[in-house]
C-alpha cells in the first residue's frame, strides 16, 4: 500500500499562487506520484499536470500549461504543484495520484492506482 497526503491548498485571490505538495509512504520502492487531477462540484476529475519519474519530463492540461508547473523531489519521494497566476475556474479540490513508476507521463486517471485525500483550493474573483 501507498499512502499520500497533499497539502498546500487554500483561498486565494484571482492572480495569486499556491504550492500544493504531496508526500508519498508506504511502498514506494516501485510506485511513485507522478500526476495532478482536480475536480470541482459537479464536473469530472480531469488531469492538471503529469511528471515521468525518471525523466522528469512534464505534461500539462492545456488550461493550466504556462501558469502550473509539476516538480519532484525524488529523495523525499513528493511531488509538488506550483500553480501561478490563478484564476477562479481554477477552484477545485485537487488530488495528487501515484502509480507503478514508468518512463511515460500518464494523463489518464484510469492509470493511476492510489490517490489522495484531496486538498482545497478556491480562487476567489
Known amino acids: 500500500q501507498v499512502q499520500l497526503v497533499e497539502s498546500g491548498g487554500g483561498l486565494v485571490q484571482a492572480g495569486g499562487s499556491l504550492r500544493l505538495s504531496c508526500a508519498a509512504s508506504g511502498r514506494t520502492f516501485s510506485t511513485k506520484p507522478m500526476g495532478w487531477f482536480r475536480q470541482a462540484p459537479g464536473k469530472e476529475r480531469e488531469f492538471v499536470a503529469g511528471?515521468?519519474?525518471?525523466?522528469?519530463?512534464?505534461t500539462y492540461a492545456d488550461s493550466v500549461k504556462g501558469r502550473f508547473t509539476i516538480s519532484r523531489d525524488i529523495g523525499k519521494i513528493t511531488l509538488y504543484l506550483q500553480m501561478n497566476s490563478l484564476k477562479p475556474e481554477d477552484t477545485a479540490v485537487y488530488y495528487c495520484?501515484?502509480?507503478?513508476?514508468?518512463?511515460?507521463?500518464?494523463?489518464?486517471?484510469?492509470?493511476?492506482?492510489?490517490w489522495g485525500q484531496g486538498t482545497q483550493v478556491t480562487v476567489s474573483s
Open positions: 511528471i515521468s519519474w525518471y525523466t522528469g519530463s512534464t
Open positions: 495520484a501515484a502509480r507503478e513508476v514508468a518512463t511515460a507521463v500518464f494523463t489518464d486517471r484510469r492509470l493511476y492506482a492510489y
